[in-house]
């Protein structure tokens, strides 16, 4: 398992391979545009570690408190 080290923002996997959060997250952000969504915003399959049925502006609230920027950023909204 991943061991998260909070201060330097980094992800050290158990075979080394060392990643910056912001890597990760840019990468569970682009899978999470792989899984459907219904009309009122519920996602149809588990995305992580949030079950089906999940709305996905509670996931979206993960991605703003956890990434520089927050879903703003990673949608590619945010003004120059």
């Not at 890597?23 to 079950?51: A, R």
Request: proline share 5%; net charge negative.
């Amino acid at each position: 398992m991943a061991e998260f080290v909070q201060s330097e923002m980094k992800v050290i996997e158990p075979n080394g391979v060392v990643f910056k959060t912001s890597e990760i997250l840019e990468k569970y952000w682009d899978k999470l545009g792989d899984i459907p969504v219904d009309d009122d915003g519920i996602i149809q399959e588990t995305f992580l570690w949030w079950p089906e049925g999940t709305d996905r502006e509670d996931i979206w609230h993960w991605f703003d408190e956890k990434y520089p920027g927050g879903v703003v950023k990673l949608m590619g909204l945010e003004e120059n």
